[in-house]
């Protein structure tokens, strides 16, 4: 049975955090391929700070290219409106019935479980796996895989901030997707 990971997320940048947690989740759990879900809507997020969703597809495109054995599932920007990961991963697993799918979400995530869509439903079609991060609870009543990976502190959010700023990116994110901001003008305010 082929083992995937999905990483689910709006992408808006992409952004090595989201890399070195899919690579270490990849390793740790012995997977075979990350998927990783732009999300349309994410239900916990504001739309007003998105750039289209070609750019965030491009973006991540040039991401992924760091990240061999990955690929971008569109699954969701397909279907459009609000993004459920039940929906997602309901569809993925009637689609591809020989293959067991694991969804990371961030320790930001776990305490919040009880408020996701259809949340009992979706425990019994996927394998939750969590990344512990300092400052988070870990309290959860479903069932959650918890993997240490080394932390990189960084946030999509701290990264339009720096792009808006003109503040260096470097090491915080490819420099394919720095690029492909300042060429797009993505993040910085009109003139």
Not at 166 to 190: D, H, N, W
Request: proline content about 6%.
């Amino acid at each position: 049975m082929k083992k995937i990971g999905l990483v689910g997320g709006t992408f808006n940048p992409p952004h090595y955090g989201h890399l070195l947690i899919a690579s270490e989740i990849k390793e740790a759990l012995g997977l075979d391929e990350m998927h990783f879900l732009p999300a349309a809507q994410s239900p916990f997020k504001d739309k007003n700070t998105r750039v289209t969703d070609e750019h965030r597809l491009d973006m991540l495109e040039l991401a992924l290219q760091e990240l061999p054995e990955s690929s971008i599932e569109t699954i969701e920007l397909e279907r459009g409106g609000v993004s459920y990961t039940f929906d997602t991963v309901k569809e993925l697993v009637e689609t591809h019935e020989e293959t067991e799918y694991f969804f990371l979400i961030g320790a930001d995530q776990v305490e919040k479980l009880r408020d996701w869509y259809k949340i009992d439903e979706l425990v019994n079609l996927v394998t939750i796996v969590a990344v512990p991060r300092p400052g988070y609870s870990l309290q959860t009543d479903y069932p959650v895989r918890f993997v240490t990976i080394p932390q990189l502190d960084v946030s999509s959010t701290e990264l339009r901030r720096r792009l808006q700023e003109g503040i260096s990116t470097r090491f915080l994110m490819p420099q394919s997707v720095a690029a492909y901001c300042e060429k797009e003008g993505l993040y910085v305010e009109p003139k």
